[in-house]
């Protein structure tokens, strides 16, 4: 689920990837029709317009365009209050998304510093939860914005009033989710980050997203084909698991991600030659490095959870195996509960996706936004 324009704009990444639609789900909750309009692989039915005085509207509604054209001003308390009541309309639009047969997971994808996605997201997975009888787990993918200190004025309070609809909408996301990944647009701005570079973003959140849910499934390869296949699966249920710390307290996860290619030039010219050997230890080492969140420290993470994705030859042929002993070893190194799965892939590509996950306290970047807030003149913050 996408709330808002960058929760929209990460849904619209995930499903540009072959076969994701046989795993999941789409569905696209924003204010502004012009936003929807860019999404290039939701479909309209997939659309659910929020507009005051109206509520909740379907896509397919006749008029859609004339009545979902404003947004919320950078406003959560505006969108909160048009989605308030809305319970059951946002119900019905799961009953015709997904039918009778509630689904067991969901991801709920938002930008944390706008309008929309922070105001209605504690809407959409209080209500996935109704409708799901408790059964749904929920994890919110939520995007921090960038609130470094700028040196003009208007920037500043643009900064603070990011930051302000920031806590305002975690403190009361995490009233009804499992767990909480946090995506950092302040990673972009160490690159002076022009539009593009956003696109960029999205695709990276996308494909670890992917990673981690498909498993073996997604391109459809039969681990019983390989003799010597013994690898462990990371599932959704241990994603779930891996978010949730002590005391049913909601955990904090950064995303890492990383790629190399499996075969030189001539080995996609000629299969039987150019295969390169894959060092494991360099691939977790630059996924961490990859974090999704500015600021975090691994050794203070609480549960990590990886998963390596390779061609067989390098699970199962001891010449070219990655050796996930040593990609153990670094994430044991940070904390004592980690889970570790290997998959196959046809492609010529290894690639490595973590989730690191800390309580809310150990992560100063909140802490730092939180601060932020508080210079927010009329701040949000509860």
């Excluded at 929807?36 to 929020?50: T, V």
Aim: charged content about 25%; some cysteine; proline content about 4%.
């Amino acid at each position: 689920m996408g709330a808002g324009q960058a929760g929209c704009a990460i849904v619209d990444a995930v499903f540009d990837h072959q076969r994701v639609a046989q795993l999941a789900t789409p569905v696209a909750f924003n204010s502004t029709i012009r936003d929807l309009q860019n999404l290039s692989n939701i479909e309209r039915d997939a659309w659910y317009g929020i507009a005051e005085g109206v509520g909740l509207v379907p896509g397919d509604t006749a008029g859609f365009e004339e009545q979902v054209a404003g947004g919320f001003g950078r406003d959560p308390r505006k969108a909160d209050e048009v989605i308030a009541d809305q319970g059951e309309a946002i119900r019905d639009a799961y009953r015709a998304r997904f039918g009778e047969e509630t689904p067991p997971y969901a991801f709920l994808f938002l930008g944390l510093g706008g309008g929309t996605g922070c105001g209605i997201a504690p809407h959409l997975a209080e209500a996935l939860h109704e409708y799901g009888e408790e059964t749904t787990h929920v994890i919110a993918v939520g995007v921090l914005p960038n609130t470094a200190r700028a040196t003009e004025d208007d920037d500043e309070v643009r900064a603070t009033r990011q930051a302000a609809n920031t806590m305002y909408g975690l403190d009361r996301l995490e009233e009804h989710v499992d767990g909480m990944i946090l995506v950092d647009n302040q990673r972009l701005a160490y690159e002076d980050a022009a539009e593009g570079r956003f696109n960029e973003y999205n695709e990276y959140v996308a494909s670890a997203i992917v990673d981690l849910i498909s498993g073996p499934i997604l391109e459809r390869i039969d681990p019983g084909s390989y003799e010597d296949l013994d690898a462990p699966i990371i599932d959704l249920r241990d994603i779930v698991t891996s978010l949730r710390l002590p005391n049913e307290e909601v955990g904090y996860a950064a995303l890492g991600r990383s790629i190399t290619m499996t075969r030189t030039l001539p080995g996609y010219l000629l299969p039987f030659l150019g295969r390169k050997s894959v060092d494991g230890a360099a691939l977790s080492r630059i996924a961490v490095s990859k974090r999704s969140v500015d600021g975090l420290v691994p050794e203070e993470t609480r549960k990590a959870i990886g998963q390596i994705r390779a061609p067989a030859p390098y699970i199962v042929d001891d010449d070219y195996r990655i050796q996930a002993s040593v990609v153990r070893n670094l994430l044991d190194s940070y904390c004592p509960e980690v889970n570790l799965g290997m998959t196959l892939t046809e492609r010529n590509l290894a690639s490595f996706t973590t989730l690191l996950t800390y309580a809310r306290e150990d992560i100063d970047r909140l802490q730092e936004i939180e601060e932020v807030a508080e210079r927010h003149e009329g701040g949000v913050t509860t």
